[in-house]
């Protein structure tokens, strides 16, 4: 009796698995229909280009399942440089409609174009001539006929088996939002520096953070001629208190590196004799100050072939010469283990 339990639990649980698949595959395939009929829709190019060059903002809204897409939508665009918010049809038909101006254009996504918690933005809009882009399945609606585009969903199915629960057609609107966003993105140029300007915290945000960001500069560097006798590289290897100094050439380039390392490994009675040139290690690593801090922290941590135990990197220009130095406790101070 206990296996027969066994066999029919398993039996269940490929049910449900083979029922997670179906919807995922179902999905996938109006995704799929969207990309297909997007290439060749003026509408999108033309909302891009109209979002693209407002002065005022996107104000996003929906009811139910399709506002909480909108508030994800509204997240992304404002994250990526287009400054968007969310607002609930009904609280706008009680005050939050004042919030809307000419010069903004209003995103409503309505699947079925006939929320009618909707009615009041529509012809808010209408009556003060603020642009509507419409997100829906059905164009020959309230919403459809009134808004000035129309972005259509593809007219498939819901994934669940009665074909009413919000399902494919939140998938389709939550992924036309991305493909919105990420094409004004793309249309204002928006790089990875001003993506962290929008992620200050957390891990987005460390992982854009550059080298010029923590880096020392200026009369901090410990830098010295690499003819200079040793006596006076030791004075500002003290001073500078990084534990090694910056070799210039004759032309302010960076030409050597001379670590407490260094100087232990050549220790001996004539030392203070020698030029720096001849214990410096040639062609040390550097990094640039555009550079992620990431990058930084992978070339101390190689501990491969002669540079072992890297605890401080100059930064250099694209010259060569110095503009800074990195040290490791920069770098966990940072947050970076």
């Known amino acids: 009796m206990l296996g027969n339990s066994k066999l ?3 039996i269940i649980d490929n049910a449900y698995n083979i029922s997670a698949a179906r919807v995922l595959n179902e999905e996938a395939k109006a995704l799929q229909i969207m ?3 997007i290439i060749c829709d003026k509408n999108f190019a033309d909302a891009v280009e109209l979002i693209g060059n ?7 809204t929906g009811m139910g399942k399709s506002g909480h897409v909108a508030r994800k939508i509204a997240a992304t665009m404002s994250s990526t440089g287009t400054p968007a918010f969310f607002i609930h049809p009904a609280e706008a038909s009680h005050g939050d409609m004042g919030m809307m101006v000419r010069g903004d254009i209003v995103l409503a ?9 909707l009615n009041d933005i529509i012809e808010y809009t209408r009556r003060f001539a603020i642009t509507l882009i419409a997100i829906t399945k059905t164009t020959d609606s309230t919403l459809g006929r009134r808004a000035d585009i129309v972005l259509k969903l593809a007219d498939v199915p819901e ?7 919000p399902t494919t057609s939140t998938t389709m609107t939550m992924a036309l939002g991305d493909a919105l966003a990420i094409a004004l993105l793309e249309k204002k140029g928006f790089t990875a520096k001003d993506f962290q300007l929008f992620h200050p915290g957390g891990k987005l945000g460390q992982q854009l953070m550059q080298v010029s960001e923590i880096m020392h500069a200026g009369k901090k560097l410990p830098l010295i001629s ?4 040793l006596k006076d590289v030791f004075e ?3 001073e500078k208190g990084f534990g090694c100094a910056g070799m210039l050439d004759a032309y302010g380039k960076l030409s050597g590196i001379i670590t407490d390392g260094d100087i232990r490994r050549h220790i001996d009675f004539d030392i203070l004799n020698k030029k720096a040139k001849d214990i410096m290690t040639k062609s040390p690593k550097v990094i640039s100050p555009n550079s992620l801090v990431g990058e930084a922290m992978g070339i101390m941590n190689d501990v491969t072939g002669k540079f072992r135990m890297i605890t401080c990197l100059f930064v250099v220009d694209e010259n060569n010469i110095p503009v800074g130095i990195l040290h490791l406790h920069d770098c966990l101070k940072a947050g970076f283990a």
């Not at 309505?110 to 929320?115: C, K, P, Q, V, W």
């Not at 994934?159 to 629960?165: E, R, V």
């Open 8 to 10: 029919n639990k398993d």
């Open 35 to 37: 990309a297909d009929d």
């Open 54 to 60: 407002i002065e005022g903002r996107v104000i996003i």
């Open 109 to 117: 996504l309505s699947n079925s174009g006939e929320s009618k918690e």
């Open 159 to 165: 994934a669940c088996p009665t074909g009413m629960a």
């Open 226 to 229: 690499e003819d200079a006798n």
């Open 236 to 238: 500002i290897m003290t």
